[in-house]
């Protein structure tokens, strides 16, 4: 049975996830996309098994300035879908169109789907007339609603009769002088391209695309052909050409929208808009956006989290799996050091790990919610209104709202940022927030020395968005990064109530995630880590005080010292983080023995509670894992950009630790001279960075912060 593949495509917060779910139930095979982390969905249509739906991702155009971008241009023109379904915000036509238009150009046929029409009715000031939208396109309009799987029969019917169908392909026509250029030049290409694709390519050729005009083969007096073409429509309009082609586009949605929607009470103001009123208000944003991360945090790591996290460590790997597993090693005779490799080693460094899933969890199934029901959108544009006080781009938000869940992709976010400077300080100052792997750490530190203070946890969050702040002040005085901030423009989407199962399913794909890993890295560094701290230089079985790991870590223990964990336990910890944050945990768990029984008191007995905060202030800022650091690498392609990266974001990590634990010391009058000393010198760097003048050359003028 031959089968027909579509392309399901659409702007972010169409609500193209939730029709790909509904679409394909349980069918679905979920992945990555080769070389990058963006994730693969496709399943097989529920009413027909031979035709598989490829879920694309969120995209605003086919312009490929990002990875999202760049996958679904490379899916659609490389692998000719049989189809493209178009998901459109109906509520967002304009916008949503723009996308469209660019669809029809690629001669792929096309069904055009108008989503969310229950939220569009319930508005009551617009109505659209899908008989004419479908007339002026040219293409099949189908109108549904995903969420309440309103018309769904209807749409899958129509996707049938269209495979079914010689496919016709229509193409948007633009402004009459464009269109004889467009002309011109697909006489250049004739013969090198199937008539369909003709249209595609010599819009990107007229738009100076440099991917597609190397791809094609021209001589030299086509490409003086072409050239001239180009030169002769930018003089006519007086404009540069891809900016003459985005116009046009816009000109065609102009007419759509004058032909096809009526509105009617034009000023009335929506419930998203009421509610934007209070949530996006100059004075009461950041406080509600404060109240809202403490309560995240709060089920997460004080309440609902806590609960099962609880149970996992103190039951489920603090006895059952470990009596278990010791009663069956004792009943077969295995040796002592297999038994404590696999009892204290494994199960105690993974156990440790795995704790803290229900909290992880928690905290996805939380910023899940928030993210579908449109209240992290709003968070972007609120913190745009802040960053841009500080001489940062509301873009570089986007980035580091992704990191929240892992920082790779975070970084590979930063490809929407077209001001190179702006990428590089944005790739730099990413993964100073908090990721999942980073969360173990703050659930740690916070129930061990903080149990009965919610803030401790929220205040990490807080911590790594002003370390963010203030690194952007002082890195744009800087000539590598001096500069106007790139504008940021988004369209927010109107609020409504969160698709539980698409919520609970992203959870689920982050928290597999969350147990491979600890699996597959964890494992393998906790097997090492057990080798290290049971066996001497010589190969013998020994304590840990007189272990490798001991030895290593003990040289390098008074670099710590002014942070107050100057220990070979946390100095270990944080080496071992640079593998996998995860790491700290199990690390610590491991050399303080191995066992649940007793280990919080033990962090107690040898720490301090700002000591404690000190450890997670220093692995919270400083370089990230391995993942991350090869992810800036290849963003950078430089090394040396790398480094810097690295060696900036360790050096503030460092100067915040030391700061906050030594401050602690003044205040309980229990410091140390070498320790204070450091602190003034952090705090010194710190306050000159930020508020000393630096002197712009390229404008002539004095500038602070």
């Not at 004419?132 to 040219?138: G, P, Q, R, S, V």
């Not at 009470?265 to 808009?273: G, L």
Request: aromatic content about 10%; hydrophobic content about 45%; charged content about 15%.
């Amino acid at each position: 049975m031959e089968m027909s593949s579509l392309a399901l495509v659409g702007n972010p917060n169409s609500g193209k996830t939730t029709l790909f779910n509904a679409l394909t139930g349980s069918n679905q095979h979920i992945g990555n996309w080769p070389g990058v982390t963006v994730e693969r969905k496709s399943g097989q249509l529920k009413s027909d098994k031979s035709m598989i739906v490829q879920d694309l991702p969120g995209i605003y155009s086919l312009s490929p300035y990002s990875s999202e971008e760049l996958i679904t241009r490379k899916y659609l023109l490389d692998d000719l879908p049989s189809e493209i379904l178009d998901v459109v915000d109906s509520t967002n036509l304009e916008r949503n169109l723009y996308l469209t238009l660019q669809l029809m150009e690629t001669g792929i046929p096309l069904l055009l789907i108008l989503n969310m029409m229950d939220i569009l009715k319930k508005q009551h000031h617009r109505r659209i007339n899908l008989k004419k939208l479908a007339y002026i396109l040219d293409v099949p309009v189908v109108s549904i609603s995903a969420l309440k799987k309103q018309n769904l029969d209807q749409l899958t019917e129509k996707i049938r009769e269209k495979d079914a169908e010689d496919h016709q392909y229509a193409y948007p026509e633009y402004d009459p002088r464009l269109e004889s250029a467009l002309s011109m030049i697909q006489d250049q290409l004739t013969g090198q391209l199937p008539d369909n694709e003709l249209r595609w390519y010599a819009i990107k050729v007229f738009e100076r695309d440099e991917a597609v005009s190397r791809a094609m083969s021209f001589t030299d007096k086509q490409q003086r052909e072409i050239e001239a073409t180009i030169k002769a429509t930018e003089k006519i309009f007086d404009d540069n050409s891809d900016s003459i082609v985005v116009n046009a586009r816009y000109d065609f949605i102009a007419k759509i929208i004058e032909m096809c929607v009526v509105d009617t009470d034009d000023f009335k103001m929506s419930m998203s808009d009421r509610v934007d009123r209070i949530v996006t208000n100059r004075w009461l944003a950041l406080p509600i956006f404060v109240l809202v991360m403490w309560a995240v945090y709060y089920l997460s790591i004080q309440t609902i989290g806590t609960i099962g996290s609880d149970w996992v460590n103190d039951t489920l790997f603090g006895a059952w799996i470990p009596n278990v597993t010791t009663s069956l090693l004792n009943a077969m005779g295995v040796a002592a050091w297999l038994k404590g490799l696999i009892v204290d080693g494994i199960i105690g460094g993974i156990g440790s790990v795995l704790g803290f899933l229900p909290q992880v969890m928690m905290l996805f199934l939380c910023l899940g919610i928030l993210e579908d029901c449109g209240y992290m959108a709003r968070i972007a544009f609120v913190m745009d209104r802040i960053f841009h006080r500080f001489n940062l781009s509301g873009k570089s938000f986007i980035p580091m709202l992704i990191a929240t869940g892992c920082g790779v992709p975070g970084i590979m976010a930063t490809r929407t940022i077209e001001s190179e400077k702006d990428r590089r300080m944005t790739i730099m100052l990413t993964t100073f927030m908090p990721c999942s792997a980073k969360l173990t750490v703050i659930a740690l530190i916070s129930g061990t020395f903080f149990p009965h203070n919610s803030w401790v946890a929220p205040s990490a969050y807080f911590l790594g968005m002003l370390t963010v702040v203030c690194s952007g002040i002082f890195l744009k005085k800087t000539k590598l990064f001096r500069g106007a901030p790139a504008p940021f423009v988004m369209e927010l989407p109107a609020y409504h109530f969160p698709k539980l199962t698409n919520t609970l399913q992203s959870v689920w794909f982050r928290a597999h995630a969350f147990i491979m890993k600890a699996g597959t890295i964890i494992f393998l560094s906790c097997v090492v880590i057990w080798f290290l701290q049971s066996f001497n230089f010589r190969l013998q079985m020994v304590d840990q005080n007189h272990s490798i790991l001991q030895a290593l870590g003990s040289f390098l223990a008074p670099v710590f010292a002014p942070l107050g964990f100057g220990d070979w336990h946390a100095t270990v910890a944080v080496i071992a983080g640079l593998i996998a944050k995860e790491n700290c945990v199990g690390t610590l768990h491991i050399t303080f023995g191995g066992s649940n029984a007793g280990f919080v008191d033990a962090l107690r007995s040898t720490y301090s509670p700002m000591a404690g905060y000190a450890f997670l202030a220093f692995n919270l800022l400083c370089a990230p894992c391995f993942a991350a650091i090869g992810t800036m690498y290849k963003e950078f392609g430089d090394a040396g950009w790398t480094w810097r990266a690295v060696g900036y974001q360790t050096l503030v990590a460092y100067m915040v630790a030391t700061i906050i634990y030594q401050s602690s010391q003044v205040f309980s009058a229990n410091f140390s001279p070498v320790g204070l000393t450091v602190a003034i010198l952090a705090l010194g760097v710190v306050v000159y960075g930020l508020f000393i003048k630096r002197e712009r050359p390229d404008l002539g003028i004095n500038v602070s912060a």
